[in-house]
């Protein structure tokens, strides 16, 4: 009884804070429900160790409908204390595309992290280009993830 009532605390807190954040997962770039390919979403913050990271099953949370693996428990906690600031932009997708509107596939190893956000990208080659003018090619993007999602962009 007591892992039920468990459960369905969870899932009312999960849709409130889905609510709360108005997140519109349908439009997210997952595999089966899993964000970043299995790829730990903290480690590739200075905290997390600053390079893209395979998560593991072990140390795994759902997040408001997104799976996540980390690379180990205290970057699962961490993600924990602030998934606003760990979660990658645009549902996922990469961030030049986004930048023109589009949805495209990332690699993971391939991100950008400034300053609480982190942008991921499909090529070195659009990871240099949106470097290269960052404020411009991120309110493109972040204009776009609104229309086409409905959310605000991360901050």
């Known amino acids: 009884m007591l892992k039920l009532l468990t459960g369905l605390i969870a899932v009312f807190f999960?849709?409130?804070v889905s609510a709360q954040v108005g997140r519109?997962?349908?439009v997210y770039n997952l595999e089966t429900g899993l964000g970043l390919k299995g790829y730990d979403p903290v480690a590739v913050f200075p905290?997390?160790?600053?390079?893209?990271?395979?998560?593991s099953p072990e140390f795994r949370l759902?997040?408001?409908?997104?799976?996540?693996n980390f690379s180990s428990e205290a970057n699962a906690n961490r993600f924990e204390?602030?998934?606003?600031?760990y979660e990658p932009t645009y549902g996922g997708w990469c961030a030049f595309a986004m930048?023109?509107?589009?949805?495209?596939?990332?690699?993971?190893?391939?991100f950008?992290?400034?300053g609480r956000r982190v942008h991921y990208f499909?090529?070195?080659?659009?990871?240099?280009?949106?470097?290269?003018?960052?404020?411009?090619?991120?309110?493109?993007?972040?204009?776009?993830?609104?229309?086409?999602?409905?959310?605000?962009?991360?901050?």
């Not at 204390?81 to 600031?85: M, V, Y």
């Open 14 to 16: 999960s849709l409130a």
């Open 122 to 155: 499909v090529a070195s080659r659009a990871k240099a280009n949106f470097d290269r003018k960052l404020a411009e090619f991120e309110a493109n993007a972040d204009k776009h993830w609104k229309r086409i999602s409905g959310e605000l962009p991360r901050k």
């Open 112 to 114: 950008t992290v400034h």
């Open 47 to 55: 905290e997390g160790g600053g390079k893209a990271t395979k998560g």
């Open 99 to 110: 930048a023109s509107g589009e949805y495209v596939d990332i690699q993971p190893q391939l």
């Open 24 to 26: 519109n997962v349908s």
């Open 81 to 85: 204390s602030d998934p606003e600031k």
């Open 62 to 68: 759902v997040y408001s409908g997104v799976t996540y």
